[in-house]
């Protein structure tokens, strides 16, 4: 299973970004999936996630300005980042486990870098 992470990229404060996670060789239709991030000298942090039945739960920094969601074909997770802010600013990762109540996420994408003037 293979997760590649696009779409980040270097924006102004306020502007939008869209990123994509393309799964190969695994669908999230039955699984639960996530984006995190983590920022220069922290510690890695959830950002959202999106369970088989389509429940969302977003770290609170984020809820109303970043939406997580599935594309039709369930291969690729989005999230749609709106009014994004300087702290915003991190190398953000997708991921992947069966539940939602599973401790451990099983995969990981290698990130992609969202930086925000």
């Known amino acids: 299973v293979q997760l590649v992470e696009s779409g980040g990229g270097s924006v102004q404060a306020g502007e939008s970004l869209r990123l994509s996670c393309a799964a190969d060789?695994?669908?999230?239709?039955?699984?639960?999936v996530g984006w995190f991030r983590q920022a220069e000298t922290k510690e890695r942090e959830g950002v959202a996630a999106i369970d088989a039945d389509g429940r969302a739960n977003y770290a609170d920094s984020v809820r109303g300005r970043l939406t997580i969601s599935k594309d039709s074909t369930r291969t690729t997770l989005i999230l749609q980042m709106n009014n994004l802010r300087p702290d915003d600013t991190a190398m953000y990762y997708c991921?992947?486990?069966?539940?939602?109540?599973?401790?451990?996420?099983?995969?990981w994408g290698q990130g992609t870098q969202v930086t925000v003037s």
């Open positions: 060789g695994y669908t999230f239709s039955s699984h639960c």
């Open positions: 991921a992947a486990k069966r539940q939602c109540s599973d401790a451990e996420w099983t995969y």
